[in-house]
């Protein structure tokens, strides 16, 4: 079954930098579309990024355009959010999303996604 798994949240100033991690299993990984979410408390998620793990394009909300970035280790089932000048409105749940059913011309920021870690705090003061 498919499963994702967050790791590397924690409490980081402003200006400050964070990789989150999500470990894959269950799927094809480089056959999914793959995006990362917050949450804020008594809020939706929101999308943050987006990208289709065989290649294609790579999306962001402009709130984090310039200074987020999906990496991936393909071989690792483990993508990356690479969080640079952290602020404090960017304190929130952050989760990672996957499904199977979208393609790299389908898969983006308003994708909905099947599957879900479950989650991992980032504090920014």
């Known amino acids: 079954h498919v499963q994702l798994v967050e790791s590397g949240g924690g409490s980081v100033q402003a200006g400050g930098s964070l990789r989150l991690s999500c470990a894959a299993s269950g799927y094809t990984y480089s056959s999914a579309c793959m995006g990362w979410f917050r949450q804020y408390p008594g809020k939706e998620r929101e999308a943050v990024a987006a990208?289709?793990?065989?290649?294609?394009?790579?999306y962001y909300a402009d709130s984090v355009k310039d200074r987020f970035s999906i990496s991936q280790h393909i071989a690792k089932n483990t993508q990356y959010l690479l969080m640079n000048d952290l602020k404090p409105e960017d304190t929130a749940m952050y989760y990672c999303a996957a499904d199977l059913r979208w393609t790299r011309y389908t898969c983006g920021l308003s994708s909905v996604f099947l599957y879900w870690g479950q989650g991992t705090q980032v504090t920014v003061s």
């Open positions: 990208i289709y793990t065989g290649g294609g394009g790579t």
